[in-house]
């Protein structure tokens, strides 16, 4: 490694802070990206934590730039390091552009003929304040002050986070601020950073949200009611969320007493007229089996998100994966329909959670969200997010007094009835039931209740949402198709604009099941096709061939926990030019 005396940002700078668990690393993320957003920056930011209160080392990284920025990159352009552990544990992305920040005792036992290093004060003024955990805002004063973030600015998102700890914290950390810039103002003078990224000032006024709170708005926009859930990481935020818009939005939060009760609950509020949903992860979602399948046999609609992590069992709470598909897509005993859903932007998941709601009540079925720990956390500015077009569909009947709640239809449809709208009587049965809902164990009947279920599949097939292709051109003529789902949208797309290779075109999925007849249109015109998933499977490649038929030619699986980086899917796609 050989380090850069001096570091020159002109478009897009990579900002790591990296800590213990308890040093407030969550905190420096929160004020990092509202400063650089509110001083004229677009930004992008995502975290990588261990499962703990204390101890270990987490980090988050912030890109700002003069651009648009979604995807996270391996590069670290400065790196703060509050902890000794920080250099070790970021040691594969440190290179030697990487301007490493920390106090003499962090740095003092590296090598500074290996590393890039500038000694900042950020521990030891923390201990003249009071505390260590003030080093987090110390931190983030100098890092905006290098990026040229106002002073006032700063201090107003300072004062919005801590003013509710009481004003003698709140007075702690507008000093720490100041301290902060001092740091800020004397890096700069070293002359060892020049950062020359131009700013807009009309992206102050744009929205920054994370992917959860997009999943949550599209939840909200598509009419949910009600929602039970058990906390699990990283579910949990969406729980949060939708509590705490609860009474703003006339919904009902309960939290359940494990995952069973909570997707039983929701069937219950579903069966009663609310659109009702649940979250969980995983091994969560494990205990909700049997009541995925009442949900099938009772045609009980139901949304269910699934924020997807490492397993199997509890495996890595806190990291990322795309393990859990084959778990939605099969769960449940026998045979019935669903759809499975996987946003990979805060548009689709504003638009696909919506559209759930919809879905699930028009089909009455369990429909189901695949996010994962990656895009939920992820937070970036855009415009808007447009719900002006999103209409609640509305699916109900009032019943008259002979009203059969099973009734056989031709499209397997039945006309959907709750209890008190109307004359007739709303029966529903776990067991196999009669068109009224009674149990019944005629054979014949079963085989038909059963064709009625899956009859319904002709017209959700029709209807499947499309994948999103993309080439530099907005070419048909491509030979290699890159294709991946859910959170790897944003990477595989950078990579692929940054290559502007007219033979690569890219075809993200956003609906998983059932697939759109496109997916098998577009792979067919490819010399070449190519999966991006984080499993070790290769669950979707082999969903989708499954579905269609064709063979993947070459799938690139992640599953240690963190998504592909931009630089990870670059290399592949070189290595495959060259083939």
């Not at 709601?357 to 079925?365: H, R, S, T, V």
């Not at 009224?436 to 005629?442: K, S």
């Amino acid at each position: 490694m050989k380090p850069m005396s001096k570091i020159k940002l002109e478009e897009d700078v990579s900002l790591v802070l990296c800590g213990e668990a308890g040093q407030g690393i969550q905190s420096v993320e929160n004020i990092m990206v509202q400063a650089l957003k509110m001083g004229g920056y677009h930004v992008f930011s995502t975290k990588e934590y261990m499962s703990r209160v204390r101890g270990g080392q987490n980090s988050t990284q912030i890109r700002a730039s003069s651009k648009r920025v979604k995807a996270y990159r391996d590069r670290i352009d400065i790196l703060v390091a509050l902890s000794k552990g920080a250099i070790p544990h970021l040691e594969k992305r440190i290179t030697g552009n990487t301007l490493i920040l920390g106090d003499e005792e962090v740095l003092q036992d590296l090598d500074e003929n290996h590393y890039n290093l500038l000694k900042a004060p950020f521990i030891s003024k923390a201990k003249k304040l009071g505390g260590l955990i003030f080093s987090n805002v110390i931190a983030a004063g100098a890092l905006s002050c290098i990026m040229g973030v106002d002073k006032d600015i700063f201090d107003e998102l300072i004062t919005l986070l801590f003013a509710s700890k009481g004003e003698k914290i709140l007075e702690k950390d507008l000093k720490a601020g100041v301290s902060g810039y001092d740091i800020g103002k004397k890096l700069l003078d070293s002359g060892r950073i020049s950062i020359k990224i131009e700013k807009n000032p009309a992206i102050s006024n744009e929205i920054l949200i994370n992917g959860t709170q997009a999943v949550g708005s599209g939840c909200i926009s598509g009419g949910c009611k009600f929602i039970s859930a058990y906390p699990m990481t990283p579910s949990s935020p969406l729980q949060v969320f939708m509590a705490e818009n609860a009474s703003e939005f006339e919904m009902v939060f309960e939290q359940a007493e494990d995952e069973i009760a909570a997707l039983n609950m929701a069937l219950g509020a579903s069966y009663a007229g609310a659109r009702a949903m649940t979250a969980t992860s995983g091994s969560g979602f494990a205990l909700m089996q049997e009541a995925v399948g009442l949900a099938g046999m009772i045609e009980t609609p139901v949304v269910i998100y699934i924020a997807q992590r490492p397993g199997p069992a509890v495996g890595l709470p806190t990291r990322t994966a795309q393990e859990d598909l084959n778990l939605a897509l099969y769960s449940g005993p026998g045979g019935f329909p669903r759809i499975i859903f996987a946003p990979g932007n805060f548009k689709d998941a504003l638009e696909l959670s919506h559209k759930s709601f919809n879905l699930a009540d028009k089909y009455q079925i369990p429909v189901f969200i695949l996010s994962d720990q990656y895009l939920a956390d992820i937070y970036y500015n855009l415009p808007s997010l447009d719900i002006e077009n999103l209409d609640v569909e509305d699916y109900l009947v009032e019943t008259e007094a002979d009203y059969k709640r099973y009734l056989l239809t031709p499209d397997g449809i039945s006309p959907r009835g709750i209890p008190g709208h109307g004359k007739g009587l709303v029966c529903a049965d776990s067991d196999e039931h009669d068109e009224e809902g009674h149990i019944t164990e005629d054979l014949d009947l079963r085989t038909l209740m059963v064709d009625k279920r899956l009859k319904k599949m002709d017209k959700i097939r029709k209807e499947a949402v499309p994948g999103e292709f993309f080439s530099t051109l907005n070419s048909s003529q491509y030979k290699t198709l890159i294709m991946g789902w859910g959170s790897t949208y944003w990477p595989l797309k950078e990579a692929l604009v940054e290559m502007d290779n007219d033979d690569l075109a890219l075809l993200h999925l956003k609906q998983l099941y059932p697939l759109s007849s496109q997916v098998g249109e577009l792979i067919k015109k490819a010399k070449k096709s190519v999966m991006f998933e984080n499993n070790a499977q290769g669950q979707m490649a082999h969903l989708l061939q499954m579905e269609t038929g064709l063979k993947i030619d070459h799938k690139v699986l992640k599953y240690n926990g963190m998504p592909f980086s931009v630089e990870e899917i670059l290399i592949v796609l070189e290595t495959l030019e060259e083939e």
